[in-house]
């Protein structure tokens, strides 16, 4: 089976400027997390979706929006980007939501705003 | 203010010796995982425990959950070079969002 694929690995933005970072989760899964990876802040949960449904927000502001397609496929979108915006971006999945379910997370990718 | 406050930051040992991480906060969980994450990689977990008083182990690693379900810790016993990375824990309440540690980044010299 293949693992969750997030593209870009890699990105170079300068403040103002928006971006969209994809994720594709493992085939089957229908739950997709977002985090935000930063040495200062360490791992940040951004948001939730399952089954196309936003189902858990973190604390992160509006400019931070994502989406998810009917194939599980989520994409995350950053507006405005500031320079504290430079972070690995990680994206997990799961199948269900249980307590024991296993997130598998992706190899993230590495923003880095000018 | 972490909401999980991991103990130590860095570590730094020999290959051979024992070492401890610990994972603590003020609420109960719901579950918790550890995971080991190397440089340019996403986590991987390493374990989910779900009941207080639970303890699992894999191989040369012991987790422990707490009886209060608050706190967890991770013994790995004869440390090796492979065992370089950062250790996250994350707990996970009433069946929402997960909240991280901020890691032990882990050093074993050989």
């Known amino acids: 089976k293949a693992g969750v694929t997030q593209t870009p690995r890699y990105l170079i933005k300068t403040r103002g400027q928006q971006v969209t970072l994809s994720c594709s989760p493992i085939?089957?899964?229908?739950?997709v997390s977002w985090y935000q990876q930063t040495p200062g802040q360490g791992l940040q949960f951004l948001f939730e979706y399952f089954s196309e449904t936003q189902r858990n927000k973190g604390n992160f502001p509006g400019r931070f929006s994502g989406r998810q397609f009917s194939n599980s496929r989520s994409e995350m979108n950053v507006s405005t980007l500031e320079l504290g915006d430079s972070a690995l971006y990680l994206c997990?999945?799961?199948?269900?939501?249980?307590?024991?379910?296993?997130?598998?997370f992706g190899p993230g990718t590495r923003l880095l705003v000018l | 203010t972490q909401l999980l406050e991991q103990s130590p930051q860095f570590l730094s040992i020999q290959e051979g010796e024992n070492l401890t991480v610990y994972c603590n906060s003020s609420s109960v969980f719901s579950s918790l995982q550890w995971y080991r994450q190397e440089p340019g990689e996403g986590p991987v977990l390493l374990v989910t425990?779900?009941?207080?008083?639970e303890v699992k182990k894999l191989k040369r690693l012991t987790f422990q959950f707490g009886d209060a379900r608050k706190d967890s810790s991770l013994h790995i016993t004869a440390a090796q070079p492979g065992d370089t990375g950062l250790y996250l824990c994350?707990?996970?309440?009433?069946?929402?969002?997960?909240?991280f540690g901020s890691g032990t980044k882990l050093n074993v010299k050989p």
């Open positions: 997990a999945s799961s199948y269900h939501r249980e307590l024991q379910e296993t997130q598998y």
């Open positions: 994350a707990g996970r309440y009433n069946f929402n969002k997960f909240y």
């Open positions: 425990v779900v009941t207080g008083g």
């Open positions: 085939s089957g899964h229908r739950s």
